[in-house]
């Protein structure tokens, strides 16, 4: 089994930056990807970023391409989402997800099978 644990959400100002972190512990050693999802009130869940755990390939979603950037530790377990340039829009719940096995398919939510309880993200304007 594994946990999957997110921190470092809050309130921020339209303009400002946060930095997610997600700390896994338990059977993290086929760990092939690592991503954030996000989902605000009465919407879809929404790919923001992913990256391999091995090769550290990076991939986002269109919505925060050029604003946020994922990174990994792999001797702590933890991947990061540094947030900048936020917007109204960013507001959601985030989540953080494992997917253990080879996939191609990392923007897809169904793709991952464990999910962190999620960390709530607020940007004023």
């Known amino acids: 089994q594994v946990q999957l644990v997110e921190s470092g959400g809050g309130l921020v100002q339209a303009g400002g930056s946060l930095r997610l972190s997600c700390s896994a512990s338990?059977?993290?050693?086929?760990?092939?990807?690592m991503g954030w999802f996000r989902q605000a009130p009465g919407k879809e869940r929404e790919f923001v970023a992913a990256?391999?755990?091995?090769?550290?390939?990076?991939y986002y979603g269109d919505c925060v391409k050029g604003r946020f950037a994922i990174s990994r530790d792999n001797a702590k377990g933890t991947v990061y989402l540094e947030m900048n340039s936020l917007l109204p829009e960013d507001t959601a719940v985030y989540y953080c997800?494992?997917?253990?096995?080879?996939?191609?398919?990392?923007?897809?939510?169904?793709?991952?099978?464990?999910w962190g309880q999620g960390t709530q993200v607020t940007v004023s304007s």
């Open positions: 338990g059977r993290t050693f086929s760990t092939y990807a």
């Open positions: 990256i391999t755990w091995s090769g550290g390939r990076k």
């Open positions: 997800a494992l997917r253990q096995a080879w996939s191609v398919r990392l923007h897809i939510a169904d793709d991952y099978g464990t």
